[in-house]
């Protein structure tokens, strides 16, 4: 077969976002003097005029300049390139050569950093201007406040750092703003591909958001899905694809990986309120998104769960995406209830700043007013009883606010931390769909911080609270939550108001990176 | 110190240093282990300190004859000692650097600069040094 044919169904598999790197390319332009003679900007006597001294500094400095970059940014979010070491004598001369030198690793170089010896600033303006990528610098006397503005004034974006701490912050939310350019969301469809019939306060336009940050949409039609997700063989019987050769039923080898994970799952909780086929089916529909993702590239999910609810799908097939969801977000893939992808996108970003796994919920504040606690559902939504019981534990408090959802994550503090304890309990109270249940009020008095973006896209929402309950861990359905308070629960809810519904949480305090990582984004921050 | 004592001694510096080329000089193909001493005495006299200075890292080296002359403590000096020149170079380099040439100068060699600049200790920069003689 022609390769071309072939290659046209080959995949990479999922890259997580977590896993992206800055790449810097470091450069360094030396001068040296080919003629020995003093002047108004060229100072010493003797020796010190002579090119081989020149050259014999210039050869130091990049020497421990080199040294410097090679261990001064967080291996985590940065890949330092080789540095390129670009010369230029007292003429001043800007060649061809040496700008594509300096540009010979610009297709996978991010950012460029320079230093210097000496005064190459107009060399540094004209690459960057025709390299069209972020150049920074290191604060120097008097380099940075020269070129980054000239550089500013012509259009190309630049930073100047005043020290490592400054570089790695300012590095970290450009990885950030890189993998988010490199999100592929497996979206999930029944009807409207751009807004669910819940989320309407997701973004107005998909297209505008690919094109302002890169992140990309692959959908999937969820009949399409749901009959992946029966376990068969051979593809062509599927369905909704009836013939394809090429679907992506789980096979029986997948469904017992989908047992092992189920069995796993329920062995390590602390309780489990479910039958355990109820368990193995939602993590028959995990592994079939999984493999879903993997074939279509993608490292982010959402699905519409009341679009489809209305299906009667899910009744049917006896699984809910929430666990999904958790399980996602557990392993550093953004995944977002109710086809929200502004929530998404901000929960990427904060798993991305913090790395820790994000809590997505409903969010509303929960003031005391005549004695009650306003607005916190009762009844279906909240176990009336629980809701009743988290009222006297938070007592008089001022500023309370919840985020509920039925996905929360039991690597709270961090990736790869150990793991918190948890129970089972199904989402439907006829015992489907598993859901993980966690006790938010073991992390009393914990930083949080949340994020959104606005439905047009250009704000973000970044709010810092502290948790002062938790909620529904011995209950079903999306009762699951997280009491906190913030500065002001009146002025939070005023600024959620141009944002949205479900607020995404990780915990930690990083609103100092969160408002960066908005402004590099060129957002409007609104923090909270 | 007074001004005629400083003359004095440099004059005996620049003897002293004139005499530990020589005796390189003298060798025919000498090997590090033969070049080793007589550049230790020559840096060690240009940088005005004697024998009592134990560390074989030439930027110490350096180190120690500025703080020497400035009556500082080194830890000053690394504080203190900011670039005064364009190229952004301090003084510690300033002056190795000067010293390196001067002495490659004086045996009539060119060492490669990068080949300089990965001299980290007088024994590297001997080992250096032997290849070009």
Known sequence: MDPRVENAMMTTGMKKAIDVKLNVQPIFVALYHEHVFEGPCRFGAGDELKKEYDLALDAMIYDRTKEAWATMFDPQNVNVLEPIIIYRDETFLTTDWMLEEMGKTSKETDVYLFATASRPYDLIVEFAQRIGKPICMMQDCCGSSIVIPACRARGVECYAFTDVEDANLTFSVLRVRKALSELKVLAVVRNNSNVSISAPDSFVSLEDVTMKFGARFRFINVHELMDYSHVNNDSTQNYTTPGRHDGMNITEEEMKEAEAMADEFIAKADECHMERDMVVNTFRIYRTIQKVMNAYECNAFTAPCPDVCATRRINEEKFTFCLTHTLNNENGIPSACEYDVPALFAAMLLQNVSRCPSYQGNTITAPKIGGIRQFVPRGALLNIESVQKADVELGDLENVCLTFHAVPTRFPKGFGTEMEPYSIRSFAHSGFGATVRYDFKRDIGQTITMARFDPTGTKLLVAKGTICGGVGYGDRNCSEGVFFQVENSSDFFQKQLNFGNHIPLVYGDWMKEMIRLGEVLGLEVITA | ?133
């Open chain 2, 1 to 133: 110190m007074s001004y005629l004592n400083v003359l004095k001694r440099l004059k005996a510096a620049d003897e002293v240093s004139a005499a530990e080329v020589k005796a390189i000089l003298s060798m025919d193909h000498p090997s590090e282990g033969q070049v080793y001493p007589h550049l230790r005495g020559y840096l060690l006299s240009r940088f005005l300190l004697d024998d009592s200075v134990q560390t074989d890292d030439l930027k110490k080296l350096v180190s120690s004859s500025i703080s020497k002359s400035l009556e500082i403590s080194e830890g000053d000096l690394d504080v203190t000692d900011l670039s005064d020149r364009c190229i952004s170079a301090p003084s510690v380099e300033t002056k190795l650097a000067l010293a390196m040439l001067k002495f490659e100068e004086a045996l009539g060699i060119k060492v490669d600069v990068m080949e300089r600049v990965n001299c980290v200790t007088v024994a590297d920069y001997a080992g250096v040094v032997s290849r070009y003689l």
